[in-house]
Nanobody, 131 residues
Framework: QVQLVESGGDLVQPGGSLRLSCTAS????????MVWVRQAPGKGLEWVSLISTSGSSTYYSNSVKGRFTISRDNGKNTLYLQMNDLKPEDTALYYC????????????????????????WGQGTQVTVSS
C-alpha cells in the first residue's frame, strides 16, 4: 500500500522559515517526478515546486521562486520543501504528490483541480503564516 506522509507544517511569523518533509512507503520516490502542491482557504490547487526523479532539475512557481527550495533524499525515500521568508499568502495546506504529467504541468497544459488527479498524494500538512 502506497503512503505519502507530509510533516513539518506549523504556525510561523512572517519572515520565518519551515521545512516540510514527505516520507513515502510502499513506493520508491526515485521512480517519479514529485511535486509540492498547496491549497489556500477558499482557493484552488497551486503547484509550488517540482523536482525530477534524480533531483537534478527543479522548478518553482513565480510566487515562491527565490524563497522555497525543493530537494529529495532518495536513500531516505523522502522529499523536502525548505520555505524561507514566509509570507501570510503562503498560508495553505501543503501536499506532496507524484505525477507522470510533469511536462504538462510545467507548460500549463494541465491545471489540476483535485489531488485525485495525481498518481499518489498525501494527506497534507498545514502551514499558517501570521503574526
Amino acid at each position: 500500500q502506497v503512503q505519502l506522509v507530509e510533516s513539518g507544517g506549523d504556525l510561523v511569523q512572517p519572515g520565518g522559515s519551515l521545512r516540510l518533509s514527505c516520507t513515502a512507503s510502499g513506493f520508491t520516490l526515485s521512480s517519479a517526478w514529485m511535486v509540492w502542491v498547496r491549497q489556500a482557504p477558499g482557493k484552488g490547487l497551486e503547484w509550488v515546486s517540482l523536482i525530477s526523479t534524480s533531483g537534478s532539475s527543479t522548478y518553482y512557481s513565480n510566487s515562491v521562486k527565490g524563497r522555497f527550495t525543493i530537494s529529495r533524499d532518495n536513500g531516505k525515500n523522502t522529499l523536502y520543501l525548505q520555505m524561507n521568508d514566509l509570507k501570510p499568502e503562503d498560508t495553505a495546506l501543503y501536499y506532496c504528490a507524484s505525477t507522470l504529467r510533469a511536462s504538462q504541468l510545467l507548460r500549463g497544459l494541465w491545471v489540476p483541480t483535485t489531488m485525485r488527479e495525481f498518481d499518489y498524494w498525501g494527506q497534507g500538512t498545514q502551514v499558517t503564516v501570521s503574526s
